[in-house]
């Protein structure tokens, strides 16, 4: 192989370091600008709470964290069914997207909320998935938003099983049905 054949093989690989290393820099960038963003926030509802943030699977996962006597100042925060915590989710990445100019899929997560509802949305599949084989009927799910859709249509598929979003707006649901359907 000539010289100008090698430098034309090791070039794609260079690009895809380099790839690499500007996906890692955008997605630790995102994670500081998120981190900014909820500390200025905290600071203006007068809150105390430490912020995490960790890289998942090329995803930014953010949590604020408090001692105990701050944890439930920090879960109003949350709100009921963890609609104030996606809504603070959404505003967190406007604000990646507008001083980037890249939209976000960053994670928010307040006091442990998601990780609990995580469980939860597991044991409501598992549930789903076994009443669609007792019965063979499709199982509609309660409305949930478009993250837990996603970790449920997950764990339904890793149970074999078949499911689907249906509905619009906040009354998008998702329905279990067998595989083969």
Request: net charge negative.
């Amino acid at each position: 192989m000539s010289d100008i054949d090698q430098s034309v093989v090791s070039e794609p690989a260079d690009t895809e370091v380099e790839n690499l290393d500007d996906a890692v820099n955008s997605i630790e960038e995102e994670g500081d600008i998120a981190a900014d963003y909820l500390e200025e926030l905290l600071d203006i509802a007068d809150l105390d709470g430490d912020i995490d943030i960790e890289v998942r699977g090329g995803r930014t996962y953010i949590s604020i964290v408090g001692e105990t006597e701050d944890e439930k100042a920090l879960q109003r925060l949350v709100g009921a069914n963890g609609e104030i915590l996606d809504s603070l989710q959404e505003l967190t990445r406007l604000a990646v997207l507008t001083a980037t100019g890249n939209r976000s899929r960053l994670v928010l997560d307040i006091t442990g909320y998601r990780q609990g509802r995580t469980g939860e949305l597991k044991s409501i599949a598992e549930a789903a998935v076994q009443k669609v084989r007792e019965t063979g009927e499709e199982v509609p799910l309660e409305p949930m938003s478009a993250y837990e859709r996603k970790l449920v249509h997950d764990f339904v598929a890793a149970l074999g099983m078949h499911s689907e979003s249906d509905g619009e707006g906040s009354r998008r649901h998702i329905v279990v049905s067998n595989d083969d359907a």
